[in-house]
């Protein structure tokens, strides 16, 4: 079945620092992508919707130059936190929507990065 | 737009016991619905989706739901708890002419199993 393969699934950095997150889409290409953000004990909150080859659409309240994303081939979107601080440590989990070879559409989830600022 | 209402955070129950998640949406068409999984310090995981084909899903691990138009619910269910399944479980609902499919997920209920 698809896959999307999610690295790194834990990150620890300084505050200050950039942090770059990888979302590819394994046995089939994913014409969209999209990010969430799990905050603790919370749900989780789409950040932004990407299409491959155009600018991602963000949603309300997200700061698309601190969180970058990138969507340059079908098999692969990367968020880029910025300028990481502390109050963005959170659980980042990205999803991808494709179809695969045998025609089927797909939507399935990556397992998530832990991401840790001091 | 859609929303989606878990009720409830927390649900504990014994081990054996019935599980029983309630998720209520509201959708201005028919909507696609899922309940997702998320095991501790692991991603989201598909539990079961209901698609427009027969009301009663039934997915992984013995879980089961039942969209309900008339209650405009889709309350997940399981016969007999086990430990493992202690988690945190995610109801999402996606508007079937929406080219992206993007989810609105609830707010999520944590699920305790006690011996």
Redo the contacts between chains.
């Keep these: 079945g698809a896959v999307v393969s999610q690295h790194p699934s834990r990150v620890i950095c300084k505050s200050g620092t950039s942090v770059k997150i990888e979302c590819r889409s394994l046995d089939f290409q994913a014409t969209t992508m999209f990010w969430y953000r799990q905050f603790p004990k919370k749900s989780l909150m789409l950040m932004a919707t990407s299409n491959e080859g155009s600018k991602a659409t963000y949603e309300q309240g997200v700061e698309k130059d601190k969180f970058l994303i990138n969507h340059a081939s079908l098999t692969l979107s990367t968020l880029t936190v910025t300028s990481a601080h502390p109050e963005d440590s959170s659980f980042y989990i990205c999803s991808a929507r494709g179809v695969e070879s045998s025609g089927a559409n797909v939507l399935t989830f990556g397992a998530g990065s832990r991401l840790t600022v001091l | 737009a859609q929303s989606v209402t878990q009720l409830g955070s927390h649900v504990s129950v014994s081990e054996g016991a019935l599980v029983l998640l309630r998720c209520n949406y509201s959708s201005s068409v028919p909507p696609y619905l899922f309940w997702?999984v998320q095991y501790p310090?692991?991603?989201?995981?598909?539990l079961l989706k209901y698609t427009s084909a027969a009301t009663l899903v039934k997915g992984i691990n013995g879980f089961e739901a039942e969209f309900k138009k008339s209650e405009t619910s889709f309350h997940l269910t399981k016969p007999s708890a086990h430990m493992s399944d202690a988690a945190e479980y995610?109801c999402a609902v996606s508007h079937p002419n929406n080219a992206?499919?993007?989810?609105?997920?609830?707010?999520?209920t944590r699920l305790m199993v006690k011996p």
Excluded: A, I
């Design positions: 997702y310090n692991q991603g989201l995981q598909l995610f992206g499919n993007m989810l609105t997920f609830g707010g999520g």
